[in-house]
């Protein structure tokens, strides 16, 4: 916000340089982000009088005129404006002199004329709106004295805070500089004269929602003369940036910036009569299908979100964002309507947001507004209205709530607050901190409440007798609410500057478990394995939460099941690709693969943490954690001992199996997973482990995709594997506990086992029979070949098994062990057919 100092001071001392004024605003939370000098482009330009003016022998629209700036030669000056004589007190550009905007001023000649400089007009000083005649300078304006010198300013670039919806104003930043400095705060004069016909019988105001708008107050103004404002006004407001329109919405916008109160004027003509005579306004959401022209001249579709000021007639306004161009004060106007009104924050911002309108009226409604200032801000503009047009103001207001509401109680302990703050400021400082600001305080009763919390649900704690004091807020004070605000303004108006540095010496609190452990480890060993992490976006496409990725089988481990229930689609998405929360992260990879292959990049290892979203029947919505992976060419370059290879199931089974370990769980169990797409008939398993006391802590389904998936994301990759894993604790856990088993004394015995079975046979199950046949002294079991040809039969595979046996009791026997192969051989014979090759 642009403050001018000039107009600052209508409302406080101020003896500060600007520079040093702004040190102290910005300490106290009112960030000064430029100070600047206004008027400083204005280069050149003195005050001249005029001696004659002449018309031009040679065109009728010029004059000749003769202009004194100092005790030499008066200078000859081309004019073309009409409003000049002689002996006024006008702005002359002299030659060399640089306007605002860069335009240079030099020595020129006009149809056989010398013109030796500029006479200006208020337009192009940026001075005022008026661009049609020479600026009119009052008669006692020193001769010869420097434009800036007489009218230029120090502005000062506020950042005022969102909570601090009461600075923004001029009025509100003298609050900021009598709490900086001890001076004393003039409040604007609001005293109306009021005479003729009362505004109730003018009048009438109907309000269909009063939570949009808690208030309404409108005055009228008769035998208003529309024109230009006074220069000084005109001066201010383009000093504060805003463009001067005419004296009645002038008078808007400069109470506007001076109380912080978006007021319209309405061309009380143009409003629609009720039976009894008077113009009747409602305040109501607009109706579908009904249009409106606004100011700038935009015609806008209205929706039954958008707030309205209409009439009988159809809407006049969008409430709190922008008047109608057909109920615009214009030069006919005579009589108008003040409407001053507090509307619902978040529905104004949302409307200016809708319309792309965010104006420094809507601007200033969502921040919230005092109540009271619908009252004063209607009765300044009103008076204002009444001096700069001549108008005068009806008696009486129209008030929908009169009313006000009371001043804010907030109980706070001054032994608290220096505790949160690490000062030693005792009660008598604080409280004398908090009347600088306007916050008064007295004592409290035994057992008052304190408020230690607002959101998301009010909580207070008791205090006890004579611990506790109660800040009597300002209503222009919307911020203060809780303790820790009474004790943030106390440091703001103290200084934060002023706070000592000083380290916590709370007692830190006991070790307590990373809840981000496991997935912390999972990262560190995926990486190690040759895997690359991606973070891919929630939101994707309808079409990627349409994709079926059977996960069934995962809904069994604890805290981490998944909700059945429809995708949740954002309300107000910025793109149809990314309007749905996703369900599950194998989709969202296949992206990162279709990417990576269209850049040329075919050799693709990649895994995600990530969560799955839905929604319950009942409408809540739920998540879950998810570890998702996929591959796809080759697995590396080939080497002096190894050729490049394709990724293959296998990869895919031992990165499962991979994660079991660094969980802390049972190697996994396989089950085939025969249902087709999206993954490839024969090449997918469901993978299950447990955790301690044999809870299902793992499940997922992995295997190769469908090419029909793979035609759908246009993919090149001839094989694509892909995983997603449902893990105990994912959500926010540690990793499952080591139990560390001491090394055995006694040498442990391998040996090779090749089994031949049905194709049909799947590996899990005869690996569960070996376990359970080779008894409690089996330390290791591990695939390590399959293979398939001659000699073997057609339908036939040998699966290759290393069992490692060991014992603590003492070294393991020849007998023992061949005891323990012929249990095996036994039980594959009869489980699954199974014969031991030879």
Not at 389 to 412: H, I, K, L, M, N
Not at 417 to 440: F, S
Request: charged fraction near 25%.
């Amino acid at each position: 916000m642009r403050v001018p100092l000039s107009w600052l001071r209508d409302y406080v001392d101020v003896q500060l340089e600007p520079d040093r004024l702004a040190e102290c605003l910005t300490i106290l939370g009112m960030e000064v982000q430029r100070v600047e000098r206004w008027g400083s482009d204005w280069q050149g330009v003195v005050v001249g009088e005029l001696l004659a003016v002449e018309k031009h022998p040679r065109a009728d629209r010029l004059s000749l005129t003769r202009v004194r700036v100092d005790d030499g030669e008066p200078l000859e000056i081309v004019c073309g404006a009409t409003n000049i004589a002689p002996g006024q007190r006008v702005p002359v550009a002299l030659p060399g002199a640089v306007l605002p905007g860069g335009r240079s001023i030099e020595r020129t000649e006009k149809l056989g004329f010398v013109s030796n400089g500029m006479l200006c007009s208020g337009d192009e000083l940026h001075l005022t709106g008026d661009a049609e005649g020479i600026l009119i300078l009052p008669p006692e304006t020193p001769l010869g004295a420097r434009l800036t010198d007489l009218y230029g300013d120090w502005v000062l670039d506020v950042d005022v805070k969102p909570n601090r919806g009461d600075a923004l104003c001029l009025l509100g930043v003298a609050r900021e500089v009598s709490a900086a400095t001890g001076a004393q705060v003039r409040l604007p004069d609001t005293v109306v004269d009021e005479r003729g016909v009362p505004v109730a019988d003018r009048l009438a105001v109907e309000i269909e929602d009063t939570h949009l708008c808690p208030r309404f107050v409108g005055r009228w103004v008769s035998g208003v003369r529309v024109g230009p404002s006074p220069d000084s006004v005109q001066a201010r407001l383009l000093a504060a940036g805003l463009r001067p329109v005419s004296n009645v919405v002038d008078a808007t916008n400069y109470v506007m910036l001076e109380l912080g109160k978006p007021i319209h004027a309405f061309d009380a003509a143009t409003v629609a009569r009720d039976a009894g005579g008077r113009a009747r306004i409602v305040v109501r959401p607009a109706r579908t299908g009904e249009r409106l022209e606004t100011l700038d001249h935009a015609e806008r579709e209205l929706g039954p979100e958008t707030l309205l000021i209409a009439d009988r007639s159809g809407p006049l306004a969008i409430a709190g964002v922008m008047g109608g161009a057909a109920s615009e004060v214009s030069e006919a106007t005579t009589e108008v309507i003040i409407e001053s009104a507090i509307f619902d924050p978040v529905s104004i911002r949302r409307t200016a947001f809708r319309y792309a309108l965010r104006s420094e009226a809507s601007l200033r409604f969502e921040k919230g507004q005092e109540a009271r200032l619908a009252r004063v801000g209607a009765d300044r503009v009103s008076r204002l209205v009444s001096a700069w047009s001549g108008g005068t103001v009806a008696p009486g207001r129209v008030d929908s709530a009169p009313d006000e509401p009371q001043p804010g109680r907030v109980a706070f302990r001054p032994a608290r607050i220096r505790r949160l703050l690490g000062t030693d400021l005792d009660a008598a400082e604080q409280r004398a901190l908090l009347a600088r600001v306007g916050v008064e305080t007295e004592p409290a009763a035994a057992a008052t409440p304190v408020p230690v919390a607002a959101q998301p649900r009010p909580l207070a704690v008791p205090a006890a007798a004579g611990e506790a004091l109660i800040a009597v807020v300002p209503t222009w004070r919307r911020d203060l609410v809780i303790e820790a605000d009474v004790a943030e303004e106390i440091a703001r108006v103290a200084g934060y500057d002023t706070l000592p540095t000083k380290t916590p010496d709370t007692a830190m609190p006991p070790w307590r478990p990373d809840p981000l452990e496991l997935r912390d480890a999972l990262r560190s060993v995926l990486v190690g394995a040759g895997l690359t992490e991606v973070v891919t976006p929630a939101l994707v496409a309808p079409g990627h939460a349409e994709f079926a990725w059977p996960v069934g089988a995962a809904d069994g481990i604890a805290g981490e099941e998944r909700t059945a229930g429809r995708p949740i689609r954002v309300t107000n998405p910025l793109s149809e690709n990314r309007s749905v929360l996703r369900p599950g992260l194998v989709a969202s990879l296949l992206d990162v693969l279709a990417w990576n292959e269209r850049h040329g990049r075919n050799d693709v290892a990649i895994f995600e943490l990530g969560k799955g979203y839905a929604a319950a029947p009942d409408g809540t919505a739920g998540e879950w954690w998810r570890l998702g992976f996929l591959l796809a060419g080759d697995v590396g370059a080939a080497t002096w001992n190894q050729p490049a290879r394709p990724y293959d199931t296998a990869d895919a089974r031992g990165l499962v199996e991979l994660v079991a370990r660094i969980a802390g769980l049972t190697p996994p169990d396989w089950t085939p997973h025969r249902d087709g797409s999206p993954l490839h008939p024969g090449r997918a398993a469901l993978a299950s482990a447990r955790g301690a006391g044999g809870t299902p802590s793992l499940a997922g389904l992995v295997g190769e995709l469908h090419p029909d998936v793979a035609a759908a994301w246009d993919l090149r990759a001839s094989r694509v594997l892909a995983g997603e894993l449902a893990i105990a604790r994912l959500s926010g856990g540690g990793r499952a506990p080591t139990h560390a088993r001491p090394l055995s004394r006694h040498p442990a015995v391998e040996r090779d086992l090749a089994v031949v079975v049905a194709e049909a046979v799947p590996a899990g199950p005869v690996a569960a029979t070996i376990r359970t046949a080779a008894g409690e002294r089996l330390a290791d079991l591990r695939l390590f070949d399959v293979y398939r040809g001659s000699p073997l039969g057609p339908g036939e595979k040998s699966l290759a098994w290393r069992l490692v046996f060991e014992s603590p009791d003492g070294p393991l026997a020849e007998a023992d062990i061949e005891a323990a192969m012929a249990r095996v051989g036994a039980a594959l014979l009869t489980g699954h057919g199974g014969r031991v090759r030879i």
